[in-house]
């Protein structure tokens, strides 16, 4: 099974809600990161956790972590049309090769 | 300017063919990724390539290699293709434990379609 695993799997909201998505992983981590990927682009990084840390915020992205849960979530207040994507998280193992291990996403429609 | 880029954007071919994907970065990076992308989004890291050592996802088949001519380089060739090849293949490059942090930077991808 996945590392990552984002929950859930599709989410619609009017705009102006908050939208949350939650991450769940299986093993330690070195830190976790949430990515966004808009229809047909790349995925973009949103921002990043340290295992040490609990909370994070940038702008209306509101990022916690719960290592004993092995668990994170991603908040996104006061949602706009323009939020509408897939959101990734990532957990960073510190492994050989740098890789990062990525959930299967979570699909966000925010309706105008 | 693009940070990373990825070319073909769009890829259609015939099974048994061989083909590559190339992609090259501007941002100094010294590590490069392949990822496959399924139909149903999930994500799958494949190689792992730095100037010193290239980390190989073991459950990718040996159809794939990635060769890299320099540091901002990192192409991947795909032998014999099959249709369960078809994917969007994304390259992502990041400047390994920057300040502890391994953030990285990818490119539109390039959607692969074996007929």
């Known amino acids: 099974s996945q590392q990552g695993e984002e929950d859930p799997q599709a989410l619609s909201i009017q705009e102006g809600e908050n939208a949350t998505m939650n991450c769940s992983y299986k093993t330690s981590i070195n830190n976790l990161q949430w990515y966004r990927q808009n229809s047909g682009r790349g995925l973009v990084h949103l921002i990043l956790i340290r295992s040490n840390e609990r909370e994070k915020h940038s702008g209306r992205l509101r990022v916690t972590l719960d290592t004993s849960k092995k668990s994170s979530s991603l908040l996104i207040t006061a949602s706009r049309a323009a939020d509408t994507a897939s959101y990734f998280c990532?957990?960073?193992?510190?492994?050989?090769?740098?890789?990062?291990?990525f959930g299967g996403g979570t699909r966000l429609m925010v309706k105008p | 300017d693009t940070a990373v880029s990825q070319t073909p954007k769009y890829l259609v071919t015939q099974m048994g063919n061989d083909k590559s994907i190339k992609c090259e970065q501007n941002?100094?990076?010294?590590?490069m990724y392949w990822y496959k992308q399924d139909s149903k989004k999930f994500l799958k890291i494949m190689f792992s390539y730095n100037n010193k050592e290239l980390i190989i996802n073991e459950t990718v088949p040996n159809r794939f290699s990635p060769k890299s001519p320099d540091k901002a380089h990192l192409n991947l060739h795909i032998n014999s293709l099959e249709l369960g090849d078809s994917a969007v293949y994304f390259c992502?490059?990041?400047?390994?434990?920057?300040?502890?942090?391994?953030?990285?930077?990818f490119g539109a991808g390039t959607r692969l379609s074996v007929l």
């Open positions: 990532a957990t960073d193992l510190n492994n050989a090769g740098n890789m990062l291990t």
């Open positions: 941002l100094g990076h010294d590590t």
């Open positions: 992502a490059s990041s400047q390994v434990r920057l300040a502890g942090q391994n953030i990285q930077y």
